[in-house]
């Protein structure tokens, strides 16, 4: 790792910051949305698929989400830097970062060893799409390490009954996740649209569901993120800052 091209950002909740290294797969909004409609109680052990630079640990321990928070990543580099950023917020006790293959999850952490899992997995299939050079936004873009079905098959088998389970994904599989949900064991709940602007097409889709939950599904109000003006929409604001 080059230390001398990391970033540090700030996340805009209770003064947390995060290093980034720019050469690597940085967090955009995705993290952001995901973590505010993530439902986890304060006494939650939640497991993170895919933790990368340990974005979503930190977006969930700013707002007082999970007693426990493990990042499971495949790429050590990543894994190191998220550790990194748990200590630089003071929250290396509450929050880990595990290397190890989300595709091996459930043999690394056990069966039914977690209230809630949260994902923000490769959107693209392998042979979709551009596939940038660099092999670590190559490997958190595209499906190259893990498929969707990996990611939902050792969500299903980590989470302990009626545990809940949050992804951001992209409209366009929303037939597939749904499919591959219900084959998987985890019942969809809720789902969530996000715009960027009012009247453009869904660019993400936040969606939620139980491990042997019902069958009643809900589609909540859709979130947009800037108005008119340009600006962040009020909850859109809310979102990344709390209220003021």
């Not at 990996?150 to 809940?164: M, N, Y």
């Amino acid at each position: 790792m080059d230390r001398e091209k990391w970033r540090l950002d700030e996340l805009g909740r209770k003064g947390y910051q995060i290093l980034q290294d720019p050469d690597a797969f940085c967090f955009g909004v995705d993290a952001v949305v995901l973590a505010d409609f993530a439902a986890a109680l304060k006494t939650d052990r939640v497991l993170d698929l895919g933790t990368g630079n340990g974005i979503l640990p930190l977006l969930l321990d700013a707002r007082d989400k999970g007693e426990e928070i493990v990042g499971l990543e495949l790429q050590e580099e990543a894994a190191e830097l998220a550790r990194e950023n748990f200590a630089l917020n003071g929250a290396a006790g509450r929050l880990f970062a595990v290397t190890g293959d989300i595709r091996e999850a459930s043999r690394i952490f056990g069966r039914a060893s977690f209230d809630v899992v949260i994902t923000n997995p490769p959107y693209q299939e392998v042979g979709r799409g551009v596939q940038n050079p660099d092999s670590a936004k190559r490997i958190a873009r595209h499906e190259i390490t893990c498929t969707l079905g990996d990611v939902l098959r050792e969500a299903s088998a980590v989470l302990r009954l009626h545990g809940r389970f949050y992804m951001v994904h992209r409209p366009k599989r929303l037939t597939e996740i749904l499919a591959g949900m219900e084959a998987a064991g985890i019942a969809p709940r809720a789902l969530r649209f996000v715009h960027s602007r009012a009247g453009k097409q869904a660019s993400l889709v936040l969606i939620a569901g139980f491990r042997g939950g019902g069958k009643e599904l809900r589609v909540l109000p859709p979130l947009i993120l800037y108005g008119e003006d340009g600006r962040y929409t009020p909850e859109a604001y809310e979102i990344y800052y709390g209220k003021e």
